[in-house]
């Protein structure tokens, strides 16, 4: 178990294989009896909303569920709506909740739901997926899309709760479980030591699985160290975001052919490069690097890194601050730094790699 304490809250990581079937005691320990909506895309909802509806029911929570469409195209102003007025149809108050079932999509969506209705009811995550379970479900951000940017609406927001059974695992299709490793491969670089050696040995779709509980327990517990000093991004949160800046804004350009951490490998290949050229990342380091996303099978670069629609779009990075971006290097394992880079700069910067 991981705690992870904020100035206005302290909530708990739970991450045990078999968590699963006794999900309504959990919840039991952190919510008194109330009604809640259960959010899930279909997929998940079809492995294990019954189960968990049913579990909820058996503690006495009354519950609403809302199956919503998989994938990337859900993290929207339309879904974000439905989920509202729902919650308002059924009457929710501000002593009911949300649950988020599913990966970093239902839970970036069920997040931002559970934020805004009434300025903010209580939220819970079961992250079902690799991606929410190493990363999206821990740290309060919650977001959606619009347009063609990713994250552009979207607030923090802590759970309640998070709920980890690394069990959901089984049911993931291989290129979910290999996309949720890229961002334990981006938290093994920026955490060094042990987790790095650790990312070191895993060559294959069954390794990722066979040390699935290892990887969260590590993933996790560096999150939420980085998360308790930095809440809201204003310093060390953004080394989180290591190859984010170049990912994201492949990630929609490539309109659904790229998962986010498809997008996020290709993203840490391409900046890395770039800071090797300017020596401030080591070229071991970006040799292990690329080793450890090509032994998964994860993509390491695109042509759209190299188009002018990628560096328009770089305008909309979080870290953009007057024209300069913040871009995350990573000089060796263990050791990240921002490098200050105005966005005018940024061609002539990928180009010259
Ligand atoms: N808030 C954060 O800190 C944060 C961090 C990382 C990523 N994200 C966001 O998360 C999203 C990506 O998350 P994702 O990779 O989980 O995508 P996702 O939620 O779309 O899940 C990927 C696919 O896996 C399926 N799935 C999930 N769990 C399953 C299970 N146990 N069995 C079978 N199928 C299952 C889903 O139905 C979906 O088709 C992106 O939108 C990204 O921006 C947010
Ligand atoms: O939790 C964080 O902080 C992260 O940056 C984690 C990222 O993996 C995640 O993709 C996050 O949603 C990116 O956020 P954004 O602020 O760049 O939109
Ligand atoms: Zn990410």
């Known amino acids: ?64 569920t809302l199956v919503l469409p998989g994938g990337e195209q859900t993290k929207t102003l339309p879904y974000l709506e439905q989920a509202i007025t729902l919650l308002a149809d059924k009457h929710f108050t501000r002593d009911d909740g949300v649950i988020a079932l599913g990966g970093g999509v239902i839970g970036d969506l069920a997040g931002l739901t559970a934020a805004t209705y009434m300025r903010g009811i209580a939220f819970i ?39 980890i059974d690394p069990s959901y695992l089984k049911t993931l299709a291989t290129r979910d479980l290999i996309e949720g490793y890229a961002e334990v491969v981006k938290t093994s670089a920026l955490a060094g030591g042990e987790f ?62 790229l998962r986010h951490g498809e997008a996020v490998a290709i993203g840490m290949i391409a900046i890395t490069k770039r800071f090797v050229v300017n020596n401030i990342s080591s070229a071991e380091f970006l040799k292990a690097l690329q080793q450890r996303l090509i032994d998964v099978g994860l993509p390491i670069d695109s042509t759209l890194v190299h188009t002018n629609v990628m560096l328009e779009q770089l305008v909309h990075d979080k870290k953009n601050r007057a024209g300069i971006l913040q871009l995350v290097a990573v000089e060796r394992p263990g050791q990240p730094k921002i490098i200050k880079k105005p966005l005018d700069e940024m061609k002539n910067f990928i180009e010259g790699a």
């Open 1 to 64: 178990m991981v705690t992870v304490s904020l100035p206005n809250k302290t909530y708990r990581v739970k991450i045990a294989t078999g968590l699963r079937e006794n999900i309504g005691a959990q919840i039991e320990g952190v919510w008194s009896k109330r009604q809640v909506l259960i959010m899930t895309d279909e997929q998940v909802g079809g492995y294990y909303l019954a189960e968990t509806r049913n579990q909820l029911e058996k503690f006495g929570y009354k519950v609403t």
């Open 196 to 257: 790095w050696d650790l990312t070191g040995t895993i060559q294959s779709k069954d390794d990722v699985l066979d040390n699935a509980l290892a990887l969260i327990v590590k993933s996790v517990a560096y999150k939420a160290k980085i998360v308790m000093q930095d809440e809201q991004e204003a310093g060390i949160r953004k080394y989180l975001n290591f190859g984010h800046t170049i990912g994201h804004a492949i990630e929609l350009l490539a309109h659904g052919d």
């Open 125 to 163: 995550q079961i992250a079902t997926s690799l991606t929410a379970q190493v990363d999206s479900s821990v740290g309060g951000k919650t977001a959606i899309n619009l347009g063609q940017t990713k994250n552009i609406m979207g607030t923090f927001y802590q759970p309640d709760l998070v709920i």
